[in-house]
T-cell receptor
Framework: DAGVIQSPRHEVTEMGQEVTLRCKPI?????LFWYRQTMMRGLELLIY????????DSGMPEDRFSAKMPNASFSTLKIQPSEPRDSAVYFC????????????FGPGTRLTVL | AQKITQTQPGMFVQEKEAVTLDCTYD???????LFWYKQPSSGEMIFLIY??????QNATEGRYSLNFQKARKSANLVISASQLGDSAMYFC?????????FGTGTKLQVIP
């Protein structure tokens, strides 16, 4: 089975540009999580979905960030406009609601905002 | 609020020796899960082991075992017979309901 798929793997953009990160969870998983990892703040939960519905977005840093999950096999995290402090590795993870709770992570997207 | 504390920023271990990575947690929830993840230099997050708060026995997965001491709120990871490929960052995490909180990680380096 394929794991969590994220694209792109690397993104370099200029300040002010819109950035869209994409995630395909593992088939059959009904929870999807977006995390951000930086040296300063570690691994932070941004938002998570259950059955495509956003449940908790309290970790989204500000209105420049938005996330959607239009169907069970696709989610996006959008930053508009991007700023240099958004530079980080963004992970998507998924899990099955009936499991013990372990999340399976995608390979991450390394975002650099110049 | 949940909190995970990993007090060892970095650790060294000789190849083939065992090593313990410390993790303490704080939560008011009665039902929770504890996890360890490995993050090698390539960046991916790899799930290693799980312990439920009601599990009476310590979890084991191959060379990994979780030393769960509920009264002390600790969930230390023990890696036996360290290998060079074990060099990585290790994160302790706790799940209560659906939210997962991660610790700051411990960088383990295995010395030949």
């Amino acid at each position: 089975d394929a794991g969590v798929i994220q694209s792109p793997r690397h993104e370099v953009t200029e300040m002010g540009q819109e950035v869209t990160l994409r995630c395909k969870p593992i088939s059959g998983h009904d929870y999807l999580f977006w995390y951000r990892q930086t040296m300063m703040r570690g691994l932070e939960l941004l938002i998570y979905f259950n059955n495509n519905v956003p449940i908790d977005d309290s970790g989204m840093p500000e209105d420049r960030f938005s996330a959607k999950m239009p169907n069970a096999s696709f989610s996006t995290l959008k930053i508009q406009p991007s700023e240099p402090r958004d530079s980080a590795v963004y992970f998507c993870a998924s899990r099955k609601g009936t499991s013990r709770g372990e999340q399976f992570f995608g390979p991450g997207t390394r975002l650099t905002v110049l | 609020a949940q909190k995970i504390t990993q007090t060892q920023p970095g650790m060294f271990v000789q190849e083939k020796e065992a090593v313990t990575l410390d993790c303490t947690y704080d939560t008011s929830d009665q039902s929770y899960g504890l996890f360890w993840y490995k993050q090698p230099s390539s960046g991916e997050m790899i799930f290693l082991i799980y312990q439920g708060s009601y599990d009476e026995q310590n979890a084991t997965e191959g060379r990994y075992s979780l030393n769960f001491q509920k009264a002390r709120k600790s969930a230390n990871l023990v890696i036996s017979a360290s290998q060079l490929g074990d060099s990585a960052m290790y994160f302790c995490a706790m799940r209560a309901y659906q939210k997962v909180t991660f610790g700051t990680g411990t960088k383990l380096q295995v010395i030949p």
